[in-house]
């Protein structure tokens, strides 16, 4: 069976954004509570930082619309907005192609590997600290508080 050229760029996609949600879901399932809690504080400015990123994306798709909207009704339009975004979605690309699938492989393994390996050092050392016994305090034999 042969894949049409729209259904393949469709797949690379659809793989793309089910790696990047697993690998989210992935690092939050193995990050434990004193991550969380550090990242609960920070909540506040992450809200704001994600508004402004949504604030800033939506922009630019209204604004790409309307200048698809020109090209159509028949402006030869060069937008240096358009432009700019152009030239960086290329050199973003170019370096991707250039660092190749194997290079990217390894580092999404690794990226993968980091919290999954400070889960398990974090699992020994608990595990470690509840096999050792505690010391417990002794009353004193004499009859004096102590």
């Known amino acids: 069976m042969r894949f049409s050229a729209p259904a393949g760029l469709f797949c690379a996609y659809a793989a793309g954004m089910g790696l990047t949600v697993g690998v989210a879901a992935l690092a939050v399932a193995l990050a434990r509570d004193g991550l969380l809690r550090r990242i609960r504080h920070a909540t506040p400015l992450l ?9 800033a994306a939506g922009a630019y798709v209204a604004w790409y619309g309307w200048f698809e ?4 009704r028949g402006a030869t339009t060069d937008d240096p ?3 700019a975004a152009a030239v960086a979605q290329r050199r ?5 192609d250039q660092t190749g ?9 690794t990226l993968l590997a980091l919290p ?3 889960w398990w050092r ?3 050392r608990h595990s470690r600290s509840a096999r050792q ?5 002794q009353a004193p034999t004499d009859g004096s508080e102590g």
Do not use: D, E
Not at 69 to 72: E, G
């Open 47 to 55: 809200s704001r930082l994600g508004g402004a990123l949504l604030v």
């Open 69 to 72: 909207i020109r090209i159509l």
């Open 81 to 83: 907005i358009i432009g």
């Open 92 to 96: 973003l690309a170019t370096l991707l």
């Open 101 to 109: 699938a194997g290079t990217l492989t390894v580092i999404l393994a």
């Open 116 to 118: 999954a390996l400070g």
């Open 122 to 124: 974090q699992r020994r």
């Open 133 to 137: 016994p505690t010391p417990t305090r």
